[in-house]
């Protein structure tokens, strides 16, 4: 005859299709990251192998847009649309007679001192190593921002008057 089917209620499936919704975006970015870790390792080989010492001179760092950089035309237009807009580490850097802009690694930006001459490993105008030429290299620490170094400064200073 005919079988009952027990109804579920409308609480506890929203529930489940959320959860089955959940468990597949995990699934898919679980595989999406995987190939990305793939892309980036051969990126960072490729990189590896058409990388070069050269001396320079570095004038100036900063972080900037891509657009407002100076970078040469060509690698602006190369850039990912979503990139363009956000702020990368960018050095400017005399080498030989030639002013040149670099991008820099993440990594390496902290450790490149500004007025100073270093080696760096260089692969194409992506600066992936830094080592100093003449002396040591000093890390610069960045200055805390914000209200609560705002207020331990006037504190400071308070108990210096």
């Keep these: ?17 959320i959860t089955a919704i959940v468990v597949i975006a995990t699934i898919v970015l679980y595989f999406l990251g995987k190939r990305a870790e793939k892309k980036k390792a051969e ?5 590896k192998s058409m990388s ?26 190369s850039m990912p649309w979503y990139a363009k807009g956000s702020k990368m ?27 100073k001459e270093v080696k760096a490993t260089v692969s194409g105008l992506y600066i992936t190593g830094v080592k100093g030429l ?14 609560r170094a705002w207020i331990s400064k006037q504190a400071k200073r308070m108990n210096q008057a």
């Design 43 to 47: 990126q960072d080989e490729q990189v």
């Design 134 to 147: 003449h002396g040591k290299t000093q890390v610069q620490t960045e200055q805390k921002k914000g209200i």
């Design 1 to 17: 005859m005919f079988l009952a089917i027990p109804q579920i209620p409308t609480f506890t499936l929203v529930l489940i299709i």
């Design 52 to 77: 070069q010492t050269v001396s320079m001179l570095i004038i100036d760092k900063k972080k900037m847009k891509i657009k407002d950089a100076g970078l040469p035309e060509a690698i602006v237009n």
């Design 89 to 115: 580490p960018i050095v400017k850097a005399k080498v030989g007679p030639k002013v040149m802009t670099f991008i820099c690694d993440y990594e390496v930006f902290d450790q490149v001192p500004v007025k």
